[in-house]
């Protein structure tokens, strides 16, 4: 697999300065300036600015905590490794570097959810906040569709988009599909059928919660969701 980030010189990593061991595995083509930080994920080589680098609460500990910081650690010789145990991509890591070359000035770039979410779950995970935030936003827009925001939900640990996603789902007139009834889980699917057959003559399914709720996407706890989300479809 060639991954090729977009060069900020002309400067190029010779594949005669990589070490023996690196050249065991095709290797993605490098563009990188110094100072640099490397990435390996699986049997790409990535080169990521050490000013960006740091801007990540994860590594920032990893690179300048004296117990776990190490001189060669993400250079060449001993780059920062992620391998399919991490269940980190190279294509991954390739969304994520777009998204951190944007600048202010800069359109956004063109990403399908899909990477979008890619992108986020390394921000979220390696603390990158203001690249996480930045991210958020357009995953947020991107995704409209309740059972894909709830997929999204669970992957990306953005559990304040779940009890909206059910209330919208719960509130629909049409009546759910067995695709759509596998898609939600069993759990769900019941919870679901329960408040749906308790007759919408009864109850006003509302989506309001407090904004606050809506506009964060930090852990929430589970028992909360669900206590909320009675107090939503049975109001």
Same mark, same amino acid.
């Given at each position: 697999?060639? !991954? $090729?980030?977009?060069?900020?010189?002309?400067?190029?990593?010779?594949?005669? =300065?990589?070490?023996?061991?690196?050249?065991?595995?095709?290797?993605? !083509?490098?563009?990188?300036?110094?100072? !640099? *930080?490397?990435?390996?994920?699986?049997?790409?080589?990535?080169?990521?600015?050490?000013?960006?680098?740091?801007?990540?609460?994860?590594?920032?500990?990893?690179?300048?905590?004296?117990?776990?910081?190490?001189?060669?650690?993400?250079?060449?010789?001993?780059? *920062?490794? @992620?391998?399919?145990?991490?269940?980190?991509?190279?294509? =991954?890591?390739?969304? @994520?570097?777009?998204?951190?070359?944007?600048?202010?000035?800069?359109?956004?770039?063109?990403?399908?959810?899909?990477?979008?979410?890619? $992108?986020?779950?390394?921000?979220?995970?390696?603390? @990158?906040?203001?690249?996480?935030?930045?991210?958020?936003? @357009?995953?947020?827009?991107?995704?409209?569709?309740?059972?894909?925001?709830?997929?999204?939900?669970?992957?990306?640990?953005?559990?304040?988009?779940?009890?909206?996603?059910?209330?919208?789902?719960?509130?629909?007139?049409?009546?759910?599909?067995?695709?759509?009834?596998?898609?939600?889980?069993?759990?769900?699917?019941?919870?679901?059928?329960?408040?749906?057959?308790?007759?919408?003559?009864?109850?006003? *399914?509302?989506?309001?919660?407090?904004?606050?709720?809506?506009?964060?996407?930090?852990?929430?706890?589970?028992?909360?969701?669900?206590?909320?989300?009675?107090?939503?479809?049975?109001?």
């Amino acid at each position: 697999m060639s !991954v $090729a980030l977009q060069p900020k010189s002309p400067e190029l990593v010779s594949s005669k =300065d990589i070490p023996e061991f690196l050249n065991e595995k095709p290797l993605g !083509v490098v563009n990188m300036i110094e100072p !640099v *930080i490397v990435f390996k994920i699986q049997d790409t080589i990535f080169g990521l600015q050490r000013s960006q680098v740091m801007q990540s609460g994860f590594f920032r500990g990893m690179l300048e905590s004296p117990h776990l910081g190490d001189s060669k650690e993400g250079t060449l010789e001993k780059p *920062i490794t @992620f391998d399919e145990r991490t269940g980190i991509q190279p294509e =991954d890591m390739k969304q @994520f570097c777009t998204v951190l070359d944007i600048r202010a000035f800069q359109d956004p770039p063109k990403l399908q959810a899909a990477q979008w979410a890619s $992108a986020y779950r390394l921000a979220r995970m390696w603390e @990158f906040e203001q690249v996480r935030d930045y991210i958020y936003k @357009f995953l947020d827009k991107s995704v409209k569709d309740p059972f894909e925001r709830l997929e999204f939900a669970d992957m990306l640990g953005v559990e304040a988009w779940i009890i909206p996603a059910l209330a919208e789902i719960c509130s629909r007139p049409q009546s759910l599909t067995l695709q759509e009834g596998t898609r939600l889980g069993y759990t769900r699917l019941i919870y679901i059928c329960q408040q749906r057959d308790q007759g919408r003559q009864q109850y006003q *399914i509302s989506a309001e919660i407090d904004q606050s709720v809506l506009d964060s996407h930090k852990p929430l706890d589970s028992k909360w969701i669900l206590d909320s989300l009675w107090l939503i479809v049975c109001r």
